[in-house]
């Protein structure tokens, strides 16, 4: 018992010494590749786009939290923490941690039973979880769902947020979930549409598109040359592109403060202040009705799974799509989004992950490192202390515009065409998760995507190509034979398809026992199925009197087969092959009494 | 719509037309193979296979429909249909298709509801589900079931029947389901033991055994000097030995019949006759209470799609282990069972697969084709006509001690060690599929060795082997590069680790502009997400002024890389890579102003 302890103590300190080597701390602590390298004008870039992306969170969290079902404030609850913790942990300078629509959408579904505390423990547990996931190094997972389910997922979810988001536009009020539904009540609730809010809905979409445009226009390019009054004003221009969500919603909200109350559906009151700071709630009470810490897992249900593997998805999504050049290191993102939503959950938040809309203002306003976070958080953090009377007077068409706006570029229908070209099977996954993301549920969508993508991938592996060629006689005196190159490993699912043309090729030849060559150079490891196989094949070889030859086989690949077949007829060099085929000849024409 | 019809009919006819052709003909209807070529010899073996075979089932069959939960005759009517479908049908001779120990105990686990009327059904729907799989060529899913598992299986279903079957031996009275609670009910009812029963039972095994030895001594073997005397006693023995089941059971009912009632525990009464021959039961009435077609569904639940996996995976992994080196005909192994499954139902049969035992009598016998199910199914149908008044003299502790002879040596503990020498990881899908058959359900075990099985697999996808070599200047001018060889194909789950390792071995290079040299060789084919994976390396080497250039690219892999990236270095020949390499290094040179 005492070794056991002792021995259990020896792998935890090497582990925790493991950790603080050079290597181990630069990968999971970023932070320590990027702070010894900051300076001032990495300095500015980072403060330009955390201001900006701030301005973008404000607006965007309170939508999102009311699509989560929860109070506005719960929004910027979440929009902070995950900001300062992912400059210490994040390894992508780009991405931006908080509130997002998928994450709400998903909060709303399994916090059904109501409450924030709902939100907020899902934001723990998913934390705990998408933690453990990261630390067990289960990273590697995420290469198993491929670019066409990425994109069928992100196209699919970019359409139900934007149609969930049509009722604030009109003006309407009911309750809808997926896309399906929400199309049949927007039909049905359509002559209830109120001409106010949809006005300035319109108006509001109208200036994000064209203010979007701004930015790209090039009268506004920065040029050397330019005084210095052009250079500031193409700075403003430039600034109130991309900050435009900020710039709307405020302009909006003091449209709605001038004119007569209910002119327009306003946001609910945000409560001022800031989060308290406590642990998650492991019990609550809703309607009078006490829920147990059994209670509420009961009642967030697989919610407890599905939220991290959605979180993770997302946020490796996206890592992806901004890494440049760069391998992501999934399991390190997976540590860091662990704790934005642990630490998070002490202040309130609900599950938080990537934001691609946000990630993508703060990459064009030019953000330097992870450090950008810190101001976004700050700016966040002023609003919830100082501005929260003036959040209610945010009007719901503004904010369903700005989510219209962030989400509809998300749509890849652009990428139909080059996955059409790379390989036309590529769009069974693609179609796949898609169409089950905006018909059925979501998170299905994905699940469909890599099972068609598995399945495509397990038959290739069952049904390799194998090349059949008939080797006639050189000029010189080299026997005829017959080669068998499986393109592909020897792994169980293919080796009674191997064995199958083996057979055939044998079968085929003119004589009918001409040399059977297997080329073994795309083998690269054998398992024990494999290996009967082979050893079957040689004694099918041996009855019918005919050689069975393999060549270019590897060590490792040669005693996986020697430890089932003693009989292996191996050769190493082209040589060899040619005198062992000679030799054969030989044996079977003596044998015929020639 | 005439036109949709038209076509259709086109369709069909071409089907059906396709169906006659002779290859068609000869790989669906197998008996056009054998039957033309059909001599004396053959028709010696098969009547002396078959008749044993015959001997062996009518005991067992008994056993297996108590296994089961049905009245003894069922299991003499599940014993004759499949012989003679699957004499049609079948393509591996030595198979012998009838009640089994496994589908004994999944039909007693799935038509718990109770009678007969629920067995015969799941007998049809299973056959239905069979054969659609088998023409749909699902065949080919089998191979994804690799030896270790079905290792695994076989050694824990033949635990677990033979410990089933203790009960009998001991002359006790229990109802047990699987090996934990079998265990435990013996040890609770051991006192109750019955010395009678223990006694036949433990001679009866002893018998079995040393006639079992019988046929491999030296002094039993034919040889053509003999004697016709010897001959003929030698015959006998071989004989007496192949048959040693049926003579067993004879001997001890013969015992039965002769000491006073109740000294052993008998076999229930075996209703005289042979079954009627009518559709399988749509709807049934057990104890007063009526069920339709829906309750009787309901209360098979699962087991309509369990009982055909387990059946299909019993009868390959038989065909597979007695093909010799033949390839199995999966589908078409599939379409006879499916066959002899719902035929069988017309002659109020429980569902049916290939029997293990049976099959390596028939194959000891000296089987020549599937016609000796012909013979097996006669002396079936024989003994249900005339013998059913004498079959209630065997005793219960013979029939378990048939039952637990006959499955002990499928407990393969002797191929531990080769799967452990071929390949050490293949020990995980062994033992994770046998304990979890032994100790929680038989039909979970093999879902469990399949994943683990498929995890090993994938996980290998994802993290292929990829060898990088320096090649430094050789004694001419050929500039140095790195040499980077992927050892497996390009998919989307490896295509992140290989993007890091050649991203790495760039960066290791001494002057860290060296060129880098992919050798596609390996690759045979490229999805959507490893192409845009290639192009995202490329682009990272165009920014790093590294060049980057591929080597061995097969014409189609070049078309899916090329579809998504426009700047490709692909050379054709080691020569072209020469000129290449100067090139760039002049090119380097100059842009460094050397």
């Known amino acids: 018992m005492a070794s056991v302890t002792s021995s259990a ?8 010494r493991g950790f603080f080597t050079k290597k181990t701390l630069n990968a999971r602590l970023p932070i320590t590749q990027w702070l010894p390298k900051y300076n001032l004008e990495m300095l500015e870039g980072d403060v330009l786009a955390g201001f900006t992306v701030g301005l973008t969170v404000i607006p965007q969290g309170i939508a999102y939290a009311l699509v989560a079902g929860l109070d506005p404030n719960y929004g910027l609850y979440s929009s902070f923490m995950g900001c300062f913790v992912y400059t210490l942990l994040g390894s992508c300078k780009d991405i931006t941690i908080g509130p997002t629509a998928i994450m709400a959408i998903m909060t709303h579904e399994y916090s059904g039973a109501g409450g924030p505390d709902f939100a907020v423990l899902l934001s723990f547990l998913s934390g705990l979880i998408i933690l453990a996931s990261g630390t067990c190094n289960l990273g590697f997972l995420i290469t198993f769902i491929s670019k066409p389910v990425i994109c069928g997922f992100t196209s699919a979810a970019a359409i139900t947020i934007a149609s969930s988001q049509l009722k604030g536009l009109f003006g309407l009020s009911y309750e809808a979930e997926g896309f399906i539904e929400t199309c049949e009540l927007l039909i049905e609730n359509i002559a209830g549409t109120r001409w106010q809010d949809i006005t300035l809905g319109i108006c509001c979409i109208v200036s994000l598109l064209a203010m979007r445009k701004l930015k790209d226009l090039k009268a506004v390019k920065p040029n050397a040359s330019d005084p210095t009054g052009k250079k500031v004003l193409k700075k403003l221009v430039f600034l109130s592109s991309v900050g435009r969500n900020a710039i709307v919603v405020i302009v909006a909200a003091i449209v709605a403060f001038a004119v007569p109350e209910n002119t327009f559906k306003l946001t609910d009151t945000v409560q001022p202040g800031l989060p308290s ?30 939220i991290p593997l959605i979180s993770i998805l997302e946020s490796i999504a996206i890592a992806s799509a901004f890494s440049g050049g760069k391998t992501i290191d999934a399991s390190q993102e997976m540590i860091a989004l662990g704790f934005c939503n642990i630490v998070g959950s002490f202040v309130q938040s609900m599950p938080v992950t990537g934001s691609f809309s946000r990630t993508a203002v703060n990459a064009t306003s030019g953000v330097r490192s ?3 976070g810190i101001v976004t958080g700050l700016l966040v953090v002023l609003a919830l202390a ?11 068409a503004t904010l369903s515009a700005v989510i219209i706006c962030a989400v509809i570029f998300m749509v890849e229908y652009e990428m139909v065409l080059p996955i059409w070209r790379t390989r036309k099977l590529d769009q069974l996954p693609l179609w796949g998760s898609f169409l089950t993301c905006l018909f059925w549920k ?12 598995l399945a495509l991938l397990l038959y290739g592996i069952a049904r390799p190509k194998v090349e059949v060629t008939a080797v006639t006689r050189q000029d010189g005196d080299e026997p005829a034979y017959v080669l068998v190159e499986p393109r592909s490993g020897l792994f169980f699912p293919s ?34 199925t494999a290996a009967k196989g082979i050893k079957n094949l040689c004694t099918d070889y041996e009855k019918r009197q005919q ?31 040619y005198s062992s085929l000679k030799s054969a000849s030989t044996k079977n024409l003596e044998s015929k009494g020639i």
């Open 9 to 16: 103590t020896n792998f935890l300190t090497r582990k925790v």
């Open 386 to 396: 100082f501005l929260t009377p003036y959040l209610q007077y945010i009007p719901q």
């Open 442 to 453: 979501l998170e299905y969508g994905i699940v469909v995507g890599v099972g068609i993508n």
């Open 495 to 528: 080796i009674d398809h191997i064995r199958a043309v083996v057979s055939k090729a044998g079968r085929g030849t003119a004589n009918g026992n001409m040399a059977v060559v297997i080329d073994c150079k795309h083998f690269v490891g054998v398992d024990f």
């Open 370 to 372: 992870p450090a950008g």
């Open 547 to 577: 050689d069975l030859i393999f060549i270019n086989v590897t060590p490792g690949v040669e005693q996986g087969l020697r430890a089932v077949s003693d009989k292996l007829n191996i050769v190493t060099s082209q040589l060899e092959l």
């Open 277 to 306: 700071i406590e642990p998650p709630p492991f019990s609550t009470v809703v309607n009078n009705e006490t829920y147990s810490f059994g209670d509420m897992m009961a009642s967030v249900g697989s919610g407890v799974f599905i």
